[in-house]
């Protein structure tokens, strides 16, 4: 599956190099948003059945601390690449990409366990259906968790370009330095921090500080007075949903027992859901007037914080009465 879904990216990448009509263009990225819907889930239960129950956080935080490094040098590369042409970035990506599509034939060795195989059984079902399935499962609040981070998170970003341009007449090179230090911060984190605070607190606990922090983050942000406030606080909430993401990813894997494969599906197809909606949301808001993307963000996390504590509290009941 892992490179079933290079393979769809890398198509992806060649087919926008070398067309220039908008709907070949388009049906390009269909190619490469189906690509990445078979990679990223695979890549998630491929952790999950070559770690240890204790080594699962420590191999999610790595795998997210790649692929924030790709987001934050990814761009810087491509910016210098286009000197050499407009599409020459997508070439290289192509390339890279193919190069990646090698290795893992020849290198990466298949994971083929009773887990993954029983989530094979489930591509029959329709996504609707599989969505409706997930609801009953014990890991469908850190589900919900995952969406509303992923709406919050792109909400965030799509606006915060204009916002600091309406709001402190930044300059593009002051939003790109807010936007690559907040991808190095997510880099360290996931690579140095995840793991640790894990081991010492759990999951459960680490969801609902840092979760906190991001609805503090968010609230903070509706008072920030100047860029370099607003630089900071957004900093605390790019801080935050670094922690959470692999923390979730390794929530759900360990509650999913034989099911990775699914599970990890479900868990990109929330993800995917919040970050189309998250966007669409804020675009819409922010014309109504520039606040309301970050409060609606704000109230958001401040649900789903209760809805976690009340899910906590019925989990601890149920094992007590076990």
Same mark, same amino acid.
């Given at each position: *599956? ?10 992806? !990448?060649?087919? @926008? ?26 890549? @998630? ?21 790649? =692929? ?11 910016? /210098?690449?286009?000197? @050499? ?10 390339? +890279?990409?193919? $190069? ?6 020849? +290198? ?11 989530? *094979?059984?489930?591509?029959? &079902? ?10 009953? *499962? ?10 509303? =981070?992923? /709406?919050?998170? !792109?909400?965030? &970003?799509? +606006? ?10 930044? $300059? ?21 921090? +995840? ?5 010492? /607190?759990? &999951? ?5 500080? #840092? ?6 983050? #968010? ?21 935050s949903t670094s922690i959470l993401r692999p923390v979730l990813n390794t929530l759900i894997s360990k509650m999913a027992g034989n &099911?990775?494969?699914?599970? =990890? ?9 919040g970050n189309v909606l998250g966007p669409t949301l804020a675009g819409m808001m922010y014309d109504v007037h520039i606040t309301y993307?970050? *409060? ?12 976690? !504590? ?11 009465? $076990?």
């Amino acid at each position: *599956m892992i490179i079933y879904g290079l393979v769809g990216l890398t198509l992806s !990448m060649f087919i @926008f190099y070398a067309v220039n009509s908008i709907w070949l263009l388009y049906a390009s990225r269909i190619i490469g948003g189906i690509g990445a819907a078979l990679l990223i889930p695979a890549i @998630f239960a491929y952790v999950a059945d070559i770690t240890t129950f204790d080594q699962r956080a420590k191999g999610n935080s790595l795998v997210s601390a790649a =692929m924030s490094l790709g987001i934050v040098v990814g761009p810087g590369i491509g910016g /210098f690449l286009a000197d @050499f042409g407009l599409k020459f970035p997508f070439l290289i990506s192509a390339l +890279v990409s193919l $190069s990646a599509v090698v290795f893992s034939i020849f +290198v990466l060795k298949e994971s083929e366990t009773a887990q993954v195989a029983q989530s *094979m059984d489930a591509k029959t &079902e329709t996504m609707i259906r599989k969505i409706a399935l997930s609801v009953k *499962m014990p890991y469908f609040i850190p589900l919900i968790i995952t969406l509303v =981070m992923s /709406f919050g998170l !792109m909400a965030y &970003e799509s +606006v915060i370009g204009l916002y600091l341009d309406n709001q402190f007449n930044s $300059s593009p090179k002051d939003i790109a330095v807010m936007v690559t230090a907040t991808g190095i911060v997510s880099v360290i984190v996931q690579l140095f921090v +995840v793991d640790r605070i894990v081991q010492r /607190f759990g &999951e459960v606990k680490v969801l609902n500080i #840092f979760i906190s922090v991001a609805a503090i983050g #968010f609230l903070l942000s509706l008072f920030a007075t100047s860029y370099l406030i607003f630089f900071l606080i957004s900093l605390i909430i790019f801080l935050s949903t670094s922690i959470l993401r692999p923390v979730l990813n390794t929530l759900i894997s360990k509650m999913a027992g034989n &099911e990775q494969g699914f599970a =990890m599906g479900m868990n990109n197809a929330y993800m995917s859901i919040g970050n189309v909606l998250g966007p669409t949301l804020a675009g819409m808001m922010y014309d109504v007037h520039i606040t309301y993307p970050f *409060m609606l963000g704000l109230i958001l996390l401040f649900i789903t914080l209760m809805i976690t !504590m009340a899910w906590q509290k019925r989990s601890l009941h149920a094992k007590a009465l $076990s």
